[in-house]
């Protein structure tokens, strides 16, 4: 992949730290993907290793998580 | 500022973490600070709302946590 994709659950804490990740690395550059909102892309973010929201997966494969917003188990929850 | 500030503590965590931010955002735009071997700006970053290391600062203030290395407390201990 070419673009880092950023992973959210809609959360304050998610939409604040979207908000940073576009003005740093500009809204070309990253798939923004709300995960409550696209429940079937729950199973693609945890294979990419996030383990809570908001996280920013990059082009080479690393998960940066970011503050925590929420767990995986509690967005699946 | 214009630039963020990317503070670490030289843990492996922070090593991988540095080198993600530096692909994302460019070297030109962050300033690297090891605060386990620059102790002066240990108070900056914790008025900067650092409480664990890696994290960034950006540009306009926001402090994004990143992964987890180390506590504040860690580091200063």
């Known amino acids: 992949m070419s673009k880092s994709i950023f992973y959210h659950a809609g959360c304050p804490v998610c939409i604040s730290a979207e908000h940073d990740i576009i003005n740093l690395i500009g809204a070309d550059n990253v798939e923004i993907v709300n995960i409550d909102e696209n429940r079937n892309r729950i199973s693609e973010a945890e ?31």
């Open 47 to 77: 294979q990419a290793g996030v383990e809570s929201v908001p996280a920013l997966v990059t082009p080479n494969g690393h998960t940066l998580h970011i503050n925590f917003g929420a767990s995986m188990a509690d967005v699946k929850g």
